[in-house]
């Protein structure tokens, strides 16, 4: 028998006959590419799908069923050994109610920072030469806090449309912290 690369240089040669390669679908298939020779293939045939000849010595005596399933029924009932028990004492009864005090603190801050009202605490610390809450700006900067001498510190209030992304994301967090302590128990 030739081999595959054999087989493929004689269909190229054109020394192969259609009924020489009907049983390779891949030979087949290059053939109705190459030449446009319309092979039928041969099908195979499963053997399940074979039918059974009445000269076998099999007899079915129920019909075939696909069901993998064995029952067997029990002679005596299934004993499970006993675990040890151990004394241990009962589990004391915690009461969680946590209270979002922490993230409730940091969310009215946050919300009194963008009023100004940290300017009016914490405006004498700044020096009267520069920018300070004494000319009205008295939101309190986060990302500047170190700061809170010189006029890098302060900034103008939401009331005069002022606001920054240290704010918004102290106002956020602090809101996601509120959700979060307050909807677990």
């Known amino acids: ?42 099908q195979p045939v499963k053997a399940r799908d074979v039918k059974p000849s009445s000269s076998s010595g099999i007899t079915e005596v129920a019909p ?7 029952v067997i029924e029990s002679e005596a009932p299934a004993i499970q050994a006993p675990l040890p028990v151990l004394d241990m004492p009962p589990v004391a009864q915690v009461s969680s109610t946590r209270r979002p005090w922490l ?14 009202a940290f300017g009016y605490l914490l405006g004498s610390l700044c020096d009267p030469n520069d920018l300070c809450p004494s000319d009205g700006y008295n939101r309190l900067n986060w990302a500047s806090l170190h700061e809170i001498t010189n006029g890098n510190a302060w900034s ?28 677990r128990k």
Do not use: H, W
Request: hydrophobic fraction near 50%; charged fraction near 15%.
């Open 1 to 42: 028998m030739a081999t595959t690369s054999e087989r493929l240089q004689q269909l190229l040669d054109g020394e192969l006959d259609p009924a020489d390669i009907s049983d390779d679908p891949t030979l087949v298939s290059l053939a109705d590419r190459i030449y446009g020779i319309k092979i039928a293939p041969v």
């Open 156 to 183: 103008l209030t939401i009331l005069d449309g002022s606001f920054g992304i240290p704010d918004l994301v102290a106002v956020i967090c602090s809101v996601i912290l509120v959700v979060y302590f307050s909807g």
């Open 64 to 70: 075939p069923t696909d069901m993998l399933i064995e």
């Open 103 to 116: 993230p409730l603190t940091l969310l009215g801050a946050s919300i009194l920072n963008l009023f100004g």
